[in-house]
């Protein structure tokens, strides 16, 4: 259906409110022959979505390995410039631990700071990826970065009871220090939270309905409403990437043969 939408003069750099450009939702399916598609027909591989977000980025977010190489295949950019998210953010975030050092290989900058500060290392941390970190650390990621409320890699891996990293990223003297400092000093440990029993309710009510092709508009709206209330609930929004704030998976676009002005897309919700 895209091919007929573009063919009717669909811009092919049109973007959805929630993921970005048909080429940002193929990057984030890992679907091969719909980014070619949208690439053929003049889609921008370097777009940038309103949260700043690249179809490489997307990529990574989701571990579409095939469809990242292909976007670097194709030229896509590696690095977003100073205090961006970046596809290596994402990666690691992700603990996509393969596409990391893709990335790096690339080209990627290691030290890459988010739009709060935050480096790559502090994402491996957060999200308990060890060996990733160990990683990082040997290739000479700087342990010393603070994001913009103050906290470093060390200040999450104490916060979140990562001791084993801790000492990845201090010396033996500094550790033996942090270590003995009270709990509470750290602050509160807030992670990234698992889907709920409703939404997961909601999810495969949405499956049967979609099996049986009936309308799916209302229940993605309740899909929408209780990742919103999730996400409002319990995500500290201090450190998490945009792409951990969101999840859709198909751009479903309509619009008026003849009259383009006229096109719309939306995107269908599914987990991350």
Known sequence: QAREWLASGLDPNFQGDRIGSGLMVAAWEGN??????????????????????????????????????????????VNQGDMQWSALHYAVFAGHGDLAKTLVAKGADINARSTNGSSVLMMAVYEGHEDMAQWLVEQGADRTVRNEWGDGAVEWAMRFDRLNIAR????????????????????????????????????????????????????????????????????DPKALPPAQQKAAATLEITAQRGAPEEQKARMVVEPR
């Not at 719909?34 to 053929?40: I, N, R």
């Not at 889609?43 to 179809?55: P, R, S, V």
């Not at 709920?196 to 409403?225: G, H, N």
């Open 32 to 77: 091969i022959p719909l980014m070619e598609l949208f690439l053929a027909k003049g889609a921008d591989i370097n777009l940038k979505n309103h949260l700043g977000e690249t179809a490489l980025m997307h990529a990574a977010w989701k571990g579409r390995t095939k469809a990242m190489q292909w976007l670097l295949d194709h030229g896509a950019e």
């Open 168 to 235: 990845m990223i201090v010396d033996a003297d500094t550790f033996t220090k942090v270590a003995s400092a009270p709990k509470d000093s750290w602050g509160s440990a807030m992670r990234s939270t698992p889907a709920s029993d409703e939404l997961i309710r909601l999810l495969r009510l949405r499956e049967i309905l979609q099996d049986r092709k009936l309308d799916t508009m209302k229940i993605d709206r309740r899909i929408a409403a209780e990742r919103a209330r999730m996400y409002r609930a319990s995500l």
